[in-house]
């Protein structure tokens, strides 16, 4: 019996790489790998469902899914997570001290319906009290004007969200002071650049993020892997070989992580990085599968209707299919 081919679009991440080298294999899968970033990988699989398998925003899937639209079903791998703390930006000449001075602010970010910019929302209501209909969100591209909002969304009236300007990036309208801060997955140019007015609102961030861990044990999780739905209709056992293999693929890169014989990463201090995320979170500080990540789930599922992006709060079951909410015990 031959293997099903498919293709694959993924992240070149230390945790996909075992899956990207082959040294992984997907059971009853022969698979041809794209390596992308997630931007180009979201547009295309959600505009034109180009791939059999493929990364996916959290937030797009949850949309797709409260449409009844999504070409894909979810397989609880969560190859990308990240706190959100260091990625808010702010103007220093605005008065913003402090989380609360963002109510009456405009505020860009790529795409209200990000995954990014709903944990950060979530984040800045529960914690300080901001509300989305708190701010007036400027919505367009964070280094190039024109970026469109890869799924139509349909946001509840007190929801102000103004387009920007078709020739302006939402880096320049903040390097020049024409909205009051920035969120969004990645620092605009301007504040890598080292722009005297442009910082960051939590000055450490880390320890914020630290600080959020410790009261919510939430590690959110930004994105999850899809598979072509008619696909999985004609090969159910897919999904629970796909959460398999991401699984056995995670776990090898974390235990090189841990071989300090030679860092593995292109950066000091790694091993004292690791050893703090271990006493913050325990050794299964990313972990993979529905269980052990139900919590994070549902705070994010309840953010995503909340915010007026899910016409229903919707369940974890909506997202996964059954066989990958539970593993097999020897």
Not at 2 to 16: T, V
Not at 110 to 126: G, H, K, N
Not at 276 to 297: C, I, P, Q, T
Not at 323 to 328: I, K, N, R, V
């Amino acid at each position: 019996m031959s293997k099903l081919r498919l293709s694959i679009a993924i992240g070149d991440y230390d945790r996909n790489r075992p899956l990207l080298d082959g040294e992984v294999q997907i059971d009853g899968v022969d698979p041809v790998f794209m390596k992308l970033f997630p931007e180009e990988i979201f547009f295309r699989a959600f505009r034109h469902a180009e791939f059999d398998v493929c990364e996916a925003s959290l937030s797009s899937f949850a949309v797709k899914v409260d449409h009844g639209t999504n070409p894909y079903v979810g397989v609880p791998a969560f190859v990308s997570r990240a706190f959100r703390h260091s990625e808010i930006f702010i103007r220093t000449d605005r008065g913003i001290e402090k989380p609360e001075d963002l109510k009456g602010k405009r505020i860009g970010c790529p795409e209200y319906q990000l995954t990014a910019c709903v944990w950060i929302r979530s984040m800045l209501e529960d914690d300080y009290g901001v509300r989305p209909t708190d701010v007036t969100w400027v919505r367009g591209g964070i280094e190039q004007p024109g970026r469109a909002e890869k799924i139509a969304v349909s946001l509840p009236s007190d929801i102000r969200v103004e387009q920007a300007p078709a020739d302006r990036s939402l880096n320049q309208m903040l390097a020049d002071g024409e909205i009051d801060g920035f969120i969004g997955p990645r620092a605009p140019s301007a504040f890598e650049a080292g722009h005297l007015k442009i910082a960051r609102l939590f000055a450490t961030p880390t320890a914020a993020a630290s600080d959020y861990y410790r009261r919510t044990n939430i590690f959110p999780i930004m994105h999850v892997i899809g598979a072509r739905r008619t696909i999985v209709e004609d090969q159910p056992w897919l999904p629970a070989a796909l959460l398999k293999a991401f699984e056995q693929s995670k776990r090898i890169a974390l235990s090189r992580l841990t071989d300090t014989s030679a860092t593995k990463v292109t950066l000091p201090f790694v091993e004292e990085q690791l050893q703090s995320a271990k006493k913050l979170m325990g050794n299964d500080f990313w972990s993979y599968g529905v269980e052990a990540n139900r919590h994070v789930l549902d705070a994010f599922l309840q953010a995503h209707h909340t915010h007026g992006l899910s016409s229903r709060r919707l369940g974890v079951e909506d997202l996964f299919p059954a066989p990958t909410l539970e593993a097999f015990k020897i």
